[in-house]
């Protein structure tokens, strides 16, 4: 399974961005599972942001994007988007989409990864 993150750029504070990860390849073996997104700033350990599962749509957020970010996915697509609004400028962090885990808010509970995309939030 490939994950393709895409959305990341430099927004002023208050504005939106919408990040998509783009799955490609046996995606079948992680249909019955959540897609993540976690999201990792400078000095900092990567931290779980939202997750959904890829087949009943589930959701669950971190409190600190729990009314800002909205974690929704398009099946036909095999994509999944991240929307964020009201961003802080502490939401910058390379953010990362990841596939294969269950009911985890754990990264070591992925195993297939994006390669990342930075978003910046200016004050």
């Known amino acids: 399974v490939q994950l393709q993150a895409s959305g990341g750029g430099l927004v002023e504070a208050g504005g939106s961005l919408r990040l998509s990860c783009a799955a490609s390849?046996?995606?079948?073996?992680?249909?019955?599972?959540?897609m993540a997104w976690f999201r990792q700033a400078p000095g900092k350990e990567r931290e779980f942001v939202a997750r959904?599962?890829?087949?009943?749509?589930?959701?669950y957020y971190a409190d600190s994007v729990k009314g800002r970010f909205t974690i929704f996915g398009d099946n036909a697509k095999n994509t999944v988007y991240l929307q964020m609004n009201s961003l802080k400028p502490e939401d910058t962090a390379v953010y990362y989409c990841a596939a294969g885990g269950y009911y985890s808010d754990s990264a070591s509970s992925y195993a297939y990864w994006g390669q990342g995309t930075l978003v910046t939030v200016s004050s």
């Open positions: 390849g046996r995606t079948s073996s992680v249909s019955s599972y959540d």
């Open positions: 959904i599962h890829w087949r009943s749509g589930r959701t």
